[in-house]
């Protein structure tokens, strides 16, 4: 589909910049930069990033900061 959008000028001039760098046509450089901002403003998809990551590399927390953590915790309500 096309669209027409406004921009400023210095913005414009940085994406030409990127797609030559990267031989990108424009139109995909801003579909990908589009679906990019949808997807960080997603809450499942920030999720299912952040479950991606974490399965891969699973974080080991120092048994004494975890404890600390948990009584720093204790009385908050949420």
Known sequence: ???????????????ETLARKLKKPRSRLYAEALASYLSSRDPKAVTENLNQVYSRHPSAVDPALEKAQAETLIDETW
């Open 1 to 15: 589909m096309k669209v027409a959008v406004s921009i400023p000028d210095p913005l414009f001039k940085s994406a």
